[in-house]
């Protein structure tokens, strides 16, 4: 079987299996987010935190209880690496330096997980499980939390409560997050991903020969970040590592995970609404972007473009061999679309054309499908723009689901589609001005392409890193931490503002000049306008980049 067609099937297997999990797993989200009744554990938490789960909140309310619950994590997990060495299973290891726990705390938090260190060799056991594990699953229940009650805001009308995020956080956290990951733990576990709490240094033979590591809680720790679509790994090799990843089927797994509720989330909204058509919509346009953006990647790698890979016959530098050219373009793929982060190869050993890819997956504001909740708010709102370009070109008043878009909305929406592009490239900009683009280990267009990498997955809150750039430094930390943070929280807030607006809006109803917005002519549409935006944004950036490489 030729390497392209084992690539196909293998995308065409991730493909059937999204689709038969799409219905029941999003309808037992949709169970989750509507149900009124409350859990015995669930009821000894909200009595803990001093929470009336019966209490609406509007949306300046819910934006604060995310935003207070945000610092506060910071904060604590600031503490807790700068007071590493006084901690139980510390393992010896010495504090974190402040800037770089400023970073990781950021990183965390903001469901990012960039990493600028090796994981084995600069946090404790403790630190990684009760500090980064944790926000693995409470910073990917807040993105499901806000998502949510921005489908509240086109389902509610006449009132200005979105639901109440503490009840949001927590039964997210109790009822998806945890049941499917200590089921997928159990999976990889099966496959040979190890899970101990070995404080020494352990030698385990590999299939290349004798490696020595440091043990640690590496199955359960990698599921959380597959499924909480986070790239923080136990190692520095993150993904690629033969402990985390051990062969091909286990590399479909974590893809698997990476897509689960991404993929599922629109069955939430449409089910919200009261019309699962509106979610077949949606979702239907995160698989044209996302299959598109697979098989460009795939194809750039295969092809092998540049004049060593087109010496040799392939583009395997930076690519681990049990899992060839097409799982790891795949992977890449899959990586990027989603805020995941996690890699099982090096991005910047890819082609030209094939980094621009992961460049480009990012930069559509990572909708298709995008981070968990973050995929699927951010997709409602360039459909809230499609839908206001399309009333500009008929002469008419706007309508998304029974909901008018006016002035307001439209201000909303375009606030959060210009957060991420201005800190991408006013980041970028700042980093050659003031010269802190030299440490970059290459020249040229594949050094812009490395210093616009990373600031592109810092502001997405995506995590990957292109590699082949020191970003180890006070003044990288620091600025990377900052667009982490923006990236994360002003989106969030106008995403908010948006709901509480459409919340408060009395159902318009359907008419002859209403635009369906259930129909492959708006699929096709907001695929158009989200890949224009981009362009539109980008292209110069990327003309200097990528594109003048691959040229």
Not at 98 to 123: D, L
Not at 298 to 320: H, I, S
């Amino acid at each position: 079987m030729s390497a392209t067609t084992a690539g196909a099937l293998f995308v065409l297997s991730l493909v059937a299996a999204l689709v038969v999990v799409h219905r029941p797993f999003g309808d037992h989200l949709h169970r989750v987010v509507a149900g009124t009744r409350h859990s015995r554990v669930e009821r000894g938490i909200y009595r803990l935190v001093g929470v009336d789960p019966a209490a609406g909140q509007t949306w300046g309310v819910y934006a604060r209880a995310v935003l207070a619950f945000s610092a506060v994590s910071i904060l604590f997990l600031y503490a807790f690496q700068r007071w590493q060495d006084h901690l139980w299973l510390s393992l010896g290891l010495d504090p974190v330096v402040a800037h770089g726990a400023w970073n990781t705390a950021v990183s965390f938090v903001t469901n990012t997980n960039w990493q600028w260190y090796s994981g084995e060799s600069t946090m404790g056991h403790l630190v990684q499980m009760a500090g980064l594990a944790v926000q693995n699953f409470v910073s990917a229940a807040v993105g499901i939390a806000v998502a949510v009650a921005l489908v509240r805001g086109f389902a509610r009308s006449r009132t200005g409560e979105l639901g109440n995020f503490w009840v949001d956080l927590t039964r997210i956290t109790l009822r998806v997050l945890l049941p499917v990951a200590v089921l997928g733990a159990l999976v990889l576990m099966a496959g040979g991903v190890v899970q101990n709490l070995s404080g020494g240094t352990e030698v385990a033979t590999l299939t290349g020969g004798t490696q020595t590591v440091t043990g640690g809680p590496v199955a359960s720790q990698e599921v959380i970040k597959e499924l909480g679509t986070n790239g923080g790994g136990f190692y520095n090799a993150n993904s690629a590592h033969p402990f985390e990843n051990p062969s091909p089927w286990t590399n479909w797994i974590e893809i698997f995970l990476i897509l689960l509720i991404p993929f599922s989330l629109p069955r939430v909204f449409g089910r919200m609404v009261g019309q699962t058509r509106q979610g077949h919509a949606i979702v239907a346009v995160m698989a044209v972007l996302a299959l598109a953006s697979v098989t460009l990647t795939n194809v750039f790698e295969l092809a092998a473009g540049g004049t060593v890979p087109q010496a040799v016959g392939a583009a395997m530098e930076g690519k681990e061999v049990r899992f060839d050219v097409s799982n790891s373009a795949t992977f890449a793929a899959a990586t990027t679309l989603t805020s995941t982060g996690a890699v099982n190869s090096f991005h910047d050993s890819y082609t030209a054309l094939g980094g621009m890819m992961t460049l480009g997956n990012m930069m559509l504001g990572e909708v298709a499908p995008g981070g968990v909740g973050a995929g699927l708010y951010g997709m409602l709102v360039l459909a809230v723009i499609t839908v206001f370009v399309a009333g500009l070109m008929v002469g008419r008043s706007p309508e998304y689901v029974g909901k008018r878009i006016g002035s307001r909305e439209i201000r909303f929406a375009s606030l959060y589609f210009l957060v991420t592009p201005a800190l991408v490239l006013i980041g970028t900009a700042t980093a050659f001005a003031t010269g802190n683009h030299a440490t970059a280990l290459n020249v040229g267009p594949h050094a812009l392409t490395e210093v616009l990498y990373a600031f592109t997955s810092a502001s997405n809150n995506n995590g990957s890193a292109f590699a082949g750039i020191t970003v180890s430094t006070p003044w990288w930390n620091t600025a990377l931490g900052l667009c982490m943070l923006l990236g994360r929280f002003l989106p969030i807030i106008f995403v908010l503002a948006l709901a509480g607006s459409l919340a408060r809006q009395r159902p318009v109803p359907a008419s002859e000049g209403t635009l369906p917005t259930h129909r492959p002519l708006f699929v096709a549409m907001v695929a158009g306008v989200t890949v224009i935006l981009v362009a539109l944004t980008f292209l110069p950036a990327l003309a200097l980049g990528p594109l003048a490489e691959g040229l």
